[in-house]
């Protein structure tokens, strides 16, 4: 399997622009989650997904974050309008769930944003 | 809710020698699970070992143990034989089974510098 998949690796935009990341959770797996890294507040979750409906979101900042998962192999996390602030490494990650082990959650390789 | 510590922000180690990282939380929970994840510079987050909190047997992955203490809620990870590509950013995370949902709860993580 080719992991989970993320686009695009870095983003860097200016502030007021929109900004969508992109994110292919591992096949069959039921479970998705956008992850925000910063060195202020290290990882946190800001929504997850199980078959595709958003199970909490209470993570997700403010209005301006919005996410989808219109299929089970595609996400969006998108941002508008962006701000400084926003500037970080965004984590998907997918899992399956009461399948047994392993309950681990599989991370792609981040999209670095930053905005000016 | 749940809240995961990481009392080291940095920790070197010899090649060769062993080293521990240590890893508190605090749950009301009785089921969960424990996880330690890995972080090189590439940032990709890689999953090092899962701990089941039901299982009284401390798990291991080749040179990677876990010392779990429940009733301390202590989940330490000890790295024997330490090699270069074990340098990296190491994160202890919690995942719940009753009352937190799917989500990750890390910890601020512990920079690890492995001296040749």
């Known amino acids: 399997d080719a992991g989970v998949i993320q686009s695009p690796r870095h983003e860097v935009t200016e502030m007021g622009q929109e900004v969508t990341l992109r994110c292919k959770p591992i096949s069959g797996h039921d479970y998705l989650f956008w992850y925000r890294q910063t060195m202020m507040r290290g990882l946190e979750l800001l929504i997850y997904f199980n078959n595709n409906v958003p199970i909490d979101d209470s993570g997700m900042p403010e209005d301006r974050f919005s996410a989808k998962m219109p299929n089970a192999s595609f996400s969006t996390l998108k941002i508008q309008p962006s701000e400084p602030r926003d500037s970080a490494v965004y984590f998907c990650?997918?899992?399956?769930?009461?399948?047994?082990?392993?309950?681990?959650?599989?991370f792609g390789p981040g999209t670095r944003l930053t905005v000016t | 809710a749940q809240t995961v510590t990481q009392s080291q922000p940095e920790m070197s180690v010899q090649e060769a020698e062993t080293v521990t990282l240590s890893c508190t939380y605090d749950?009301?929970?009785?089921?969960?699970?424990l996880f330690w994840y890995k972080q090189p510079p590439s940032r990709q987050m890689i999953l090092v070992i899962r701990?089941?909190?039901?299982?009284?047997q401390n798990a291991t992955e080749n040179r990677f143990s876990v010392n779990f203490q429940k009733a301390a809620k202590s989940f330490s990870l000890k790295i024997s034989d330490s090699q270069l590509g074990d340098a990296a950013m190491y994160f202890c995370a919690y995942r719940g089974w009753e009352t937190s949902g799917s989500r990750l709860t890390f910890g601020e993580g512990t920079q690890l510098t492995v001296n040749p």
């Open positions: 990650a997918s899992s399956l769930w009461d399948r047994g082990p392993p309950y681990e959650q599989y």
């Open positions: 749950t009301s929970e009785s089921d969960y699970y």
């Open positions: 701990q089941e909190a039901y299982k009284q």
